[in-house]
């Protein structure tokens, strides 16, 4: 009896204390409200960004979500975020789409994403070009010496296909950005689910080429100097390459709002072009835009 | 008092009974939901398409074959390693080694068990595959055989232990029995003890590949996943993509109700039809073994 009374009393208090926190909730309820969707390449860092603007400005709530970057321009378009996230620029018919809806689309450059390919430091390979790269992914190339590096046969790694980085690595290498190519990665690449398991193969394997965002690739990695066509310009990935667009293998990642930004989500915006904002763009393997 | 404890003894048995039932309850619901979401795959997809050869879902690429071969290969190769190896140490433990390293052994070999398959992929890639690339001079090492090596020693624990209890349980006097007679220490183990413990050595090497067959985490990270068909005898030396680690690496990211979702439904359905199997024709075989010794005993 004397048990239960206790039992009694222990989930009485729990229930009171349920009740007073979340009234305690209500009652300080955030100013502002910030929705934002969109592509799931910038999901983490639109997250990571929100977290840190959170902590600072307590009277803001941002509410991040996924999706794709299609799914976010469709949701500014019907008005229902503030802010939609990008991995690509918005297309004309969206903006039309837009227009008709009566929202004016403003296209913020947030960060950039490049992606560099990597291969073990006792591999003599330093350059190649896009279609070089794309031959060995697909699998026209099939051994280092027909690309100027030893007779070793080659190891493809990739990203798992649902990973933003494996696709956009289809699109911009393997097809060149072209719509018509259905060229495949190999069926024989190794399709790993994580940054860290491509960097530990590289590492320690002379035949193995990975790709992956810029910012992940450790120091005692080789980065491929890359040409966009035979006969150009070989070009290291860094930031500076990267924001003068001579690196072949990078875009701009964007924020779009409903007309020019006013009141909390241009001081959020602004903030996001701040420094502060910008090294963790860094910290997650995006390249900073300034 | 006698009344309380009636009342007591009732709503016990209840229980325990309830208990029981509940588990062919809860299998019976998993089958029905993962035939629910996995059966609209037949209707999506085209039987062609579903048997091919190239699984690459985001540009409608569902052909399950390599997976299916993929995940049998490995795990072949991880009961090849775990069955003797297991079994050995299993009477090892039982039979022959004095008592104090068996009082050691038994809960290092358990102990073993307990071990986090995500650890033991670190260690397949940080050590093993590297390994195995330059001693067997591999293109790669994260190949069917680097997974095969790790998941015969994740299912070694469960083979060990059930097996010790099995050869445990036969009764000291059939020992004594056959050492009468005259039969060596091997003899006695291998024409005796390990016969009589049959339906127990059997289960844990059942177990022990259920165990293998179902692996997820160390297969996703030491073989590679590359959706090769395997049916090589050398396939054992290439990378490999297994049917657990295609669900556990997709799943998170697809689009609910999408054909692709579907697909990966209907490979978990695949898989618990091939545990299915495994189990039907393991608890058959027990089955027969059972009443064949009561026929000669009788």
């Known amino acids: 009896m004397k048990r239960e009374i206790i039992l009694l009393l222990i989930f009485s208090i729990v229930i009171v204390s349920c009740g007073t926190s979340s009234s305690s909730n209500n009652s300080n309820s955030p100013a502002a409200y910030i929705e934002n969707k969109g592509s799931d390449t910038i999901v ?61 689309p403003v296209e913020h450059i947030i960060a950039r994403d490049a992606i560099a390919v990597v291969v073990n430091p006792n591999n003599p390979v330093r350059e190649l070009t896009l279609q070089q790269i794309s031959d060995i992914y697909s699998g026209e190339i099939t051994n280092w010496k027909e690309v100027g590096g030893d007779d070793r046969p080659i190891v493809r790694l990739s990203r798992e296909t649902n990973s933003g980085t494996h696709v956009y690595f289809l699109e911009t290498v393997l097809r060149l950005n072209s719509k018509e190519d259905k060229t495949l990665f190999s069926t024989d690449t190794l399709l790993l689910p994580s940054s860290e398991g491509i960097i530990a193969e590289v590492r320690q394997n002379p035949n193995a080429i990975g790709y992956d965002g810029l910012g992940y690739v450790p120091h005692d990695l080789i980065m491929i100097s890359i040409a966009e066509e035979a006969g150009g310009a070989y070009v290291l990935p860094s930031v500076a390459t990267v924001n003068d667009k001579t690196y072949p293998i990078a875009r701009d990642l964007y924020m779009y709002t409903n007309g020019a930004p006013e009141g909390v989500i241009k001081e959020y915006l602004d903030w996001i072009l701040s420094l502060e904002a910008q090294m963790i763009v860094e910290e997650l393997g995006f390249v900073p835009v300034n | 008092m006698e009344k309380s404890l009636n009342w007591r003894e009732f709503i016990i048995t209840r229980l325990i009974k309830a208990s029981g039932y509940s588990a062919i309850l809860f299998v019976a619901l998993i089958f029905f939901f993962l035939v629910r979401e996995g059966l609209p795959t037949l209707g999506e997809v085209e039987l062609k398409s579903l048997t091919g050869t190239r699984w690459y879902p ?17 795990t072949i190769g991880a009961g090849l390693i775990a069955v003797p190896f297991g079994i050995g ?74 097996a010790e209890d099995a050869l445990d349980s036969v009764p000291r006097s059939y020992r004594e029995g056959a050492w009468a007679l005259g039969a060596t220490r091997w003899q006695t183990i291998w024409r005796v003890t390990l016969p009589a413990a049959r339906s127990g050595v059997l289960t844990a090497v059942m177990l022990g590949v259920g165990r293998s067959i179902g692996e997820t985490m160390t297969v996703m990270m030491v073989t590679g996943n590359a959706p090769v068909l395997a049916v090589k005898l050398g396939s054992i030396f290439s990378p490999v993509r ?57």
């Open chain 2, 58 to 74: 985001i540009e409608d690429y569902f052909g399950i074959l390599p997976l299916i071969t993929g995940s049998l290969i490995i």
């Open chain 2, 89 to 162: 140490t299993a009477v090892y433990i039982s039979e022959i080694a004095p008592r104090w390293v068996r009082e050691i052994l038994k809960p290092l070999v358990e102990l073993l068990g307990g071990l986090p398959s995500v650890v033991l992929g670190f260690l397949g890639i940080l050590v093993l595959s590297p390994f195995l690339r330059v001693f067997l001079d591999l293109p790669t090492g994260l190949t069917a055989l680097a997974g095969s090596i790790l998941l015969g020693a994740i299912s070694v624990p469960t083979v060990v232990s059930v």
């Open chain 1, 44 to 104: 983490n860092l639109a997250l990571a960004w929100a977290e840190r603007y959170q902590g600072d400005h307590p009277d803001v709530r941002i509410s991040v979500t996924g999706g794709g970057s299609g799914t976010g321009i469709a949701s500014l378009i019907n008005g229902t975020v503030g802010i939609a996230n990008a991995s690509r620029q918005i297309k004309s018919e969206e903006i039309e789409q837009a227009k008709s809806n009566g929202v004016e």
């Open chain 2, 242 to 298: 297994t049917m657990t680690a295609t669900i556990a690496a997709e799943m998170g990211e697809v689009a609910n109700g999408s054909t692709h979702y579907h697909v990966l439904f209907f490979i978990g359905m695949v898989l618990f039809l091939i545990s299915l199997a495994v189990n039907i024709a393991a608890s058959s075989v027990v089955f027969r073994a059972r009443k064949r010794a009561e026929r000669i005993l009788s």
